[in-house]
């Protein structure tokens, strides 16, 4: 592993323990070039991944950018980031063991949209307000119908 601060790929794993929620290691290293001490995680992953946008362009999948749509959406919202993590993590998951290696981007969308919609209602309408582009307020009236109907639905 490459030190961050002065990129000596010479660095030793000083401590590992599993995260809480036992999908990755965390591993703390110190780099014996210039002594810096760092963080890093290992998941386990089962095959590459790559996502076919829109365009028809494809591009690797990333986790964390994954990660980071999906924070975007419920921030300053009281969610807890276990539980923000445990829906990242199912979502790989799902995707690793479809047995595709490509991936179409609006499936990843609706999978976000699904996660979102049991874990936080603003968060939803937020990722929906971009994933969908949302060009005028009916649009935002469409989807409040849509977790209006499925609250009736439930009761």
Known sequence: M????????DTQVKDS??????????????????GGRFTTFERVQLRELTVV???????PFDRDKLANSISL??????????????????????????GEAEVDAGTIGTMVMEGLKGLDEVAYVRFASVYRD?????????????????????N
């Not at 490459?2 to 790929?9: G, I, L, Q, S």
């Not at 829109?54 to 591009?59: L, P």
């Not at 445990?86 to 979502?91: K, N, T």
């Not at 949302?134 to 439930?154: I, K, M, N, P, Y």
């Open 2 to 9: 490459r030190c961050p601060y002065c990129n000596c790929d």
């Open 17 to 34: 323990r599993p995260t809480e929620d036992n999908t990755s290691i965390r591993r703390r290293r110190i780099c014996a070039d210039c």
């Open 53 to 59: 946008k829109k365009s028809g362009r494809k591009v």
């Open 73 to 98: 959406a419920v921030r300053k919202r009281d969610v807890d980031h276990n539980r923000i993590e445990r829906m990242v993590s199912g979502i790989v998951r799902q995707l690793e063991s479809s």
């Open 134 to 154: 949302f060009t005028e307020a009916s649009d935002f009236q469409a989807v409040l119908g849509e977790l209006s109907d499925a609250e009736d639905e439930r």
